[in-house]
């Protein structure tokens, strides 16, 4: 499938007035809504108006991407907006850009459109293709740019071209506060947990540390005894009766799903979307040789060439 199959002339916006990004996909949502391409108006406003996108790309200086996956509609659909002066970016009000391009998928449809949220993020990393969309004076003109017709969606993407192969792991005899340290330096939200072959024996994510970390903090907050968790939450020591100090072998969750790395990204959307899970541990032959995550998808499918 071509990129510009996604983008229809009924749904480009030029020129697009609005001052911020949120302004932006909530003009480009009113167009789809439209021309019919929304199936439920007030679920896709709702969704805009209350959870901003999971992953807002941002292409350098040139365009945002802004980017939802609900079911308001019935297939993936495309809105592009120009606009005359540059929008800013609530999150970084020293970020702008000119052009916006708002992406919808029911969640049947992740692998494609992943794909495309790359697709279009990789073509305006392309200056000469930015200065042809900012040009043009109609929605045909912008449509006929050649970057869209250039762009093939690939169809057999596997875990393997996709994970991240350097894993950050933790072993089993660390204590939960190490563990927590190393995910709040490395801004991770779970780590697998390995033996000394490498071997998957668990995972520690955010709901561990929240199950065994909080009520402590509570508990300590309540009784005036600490206002704050300490900045080094690797204070604790093992029988002090601190969950700090728990070996994070006693804490991990056992049940993981996993991923091979020969399976497709179709396989991962699916899993995504049926399981709630949006961070799988790559093994092979039980060992960890890899690490794949929704944003880790993102990142890749931007880069691909």
């Not at 309540?222 to 704050?228: D, E, I, P, Q, T």
Request: hydrophobic residues 45%; contains cysteine; glycine residues 4%.
């Amino acid at each position: 499938m071509k990129l510009r199959e996604v983008v229809e002339p009924r749904h480009v916006v030029v020129p697009l007035i609005a001052h911020t990004v949120k302004e932006a996909t909530e003009r480009l949502a009113e167009r789809l809504v439209e021309t019919g391409a929304v199936t439920e108006a007030n679920r896709l406003q709702a969704v805009i108006r209350n959870a901003w996108p999971e992953d807002m790309v941002s292409v350098g200086e040139h365009a945002f991407l802004p980017h939802f996956r609900t079911e308001a509609v019935r297939k993936l659909v495309t809105a592009v907006g120009v606009s005359p002066t540059p929008i800013r970016w609530e999150k970084d009000p020293h970020r702008t850009a000119r052009i916006v391009i708002l992406i919808v998928a029911p969640p049947r449809e992740t692998p494609t459109y992943l794909q495309v949220v790359g697709a279009f993020a990789r073509i305006l990393s392309d200056p000469a293709t930015v200065l042809m969309l900012l040009a043009a004076k109609t929605p045909e003109q912008l449509v006929q740019a050649p970057a869209l017709e250039a762009v093939e969606l690939p169809s057999h993407l596997t875990v393997r071209d996709l994970m991240t192969p350097q894993v950050l792991a933790a072993r089993p005899d660390q204590s939960l506060g190490e563990v927590a340290q190393l995910m709040n330096d490395k801004d991770v939200r779970a780590v697998p947990v390995v033996d000394d072959q490498g071997s998957l024996m668990g995972m520690v994510t955010h709901r561990e540390l929240l199950k065994y970390l909080l009520p402590e903090y509570l508990q300590r907050s309540k009784s005036g005894k600490v206002r704050a968790l300490p900045a080094n939450l690797t204070a604790g020591h093992p029988g002090s009766g601190d969950p700090r100090g728990l070996p994070v072998r006693d804490v991990m969750s056992r049940a993981v799903l996993c991923l091979s790395e020969e399976q497709t990204l179709t396989d991962v959307a699916n899993l995504m979307n049926h399981k709630d899970v949006d961070r799988f541990p790559v093994v092979r032959e039980g060992v960890v040789v890899g690490f794949l995550t929704r944003a880790d998808l993102i990142r890749r499918l931007v880069t691909t060439p």
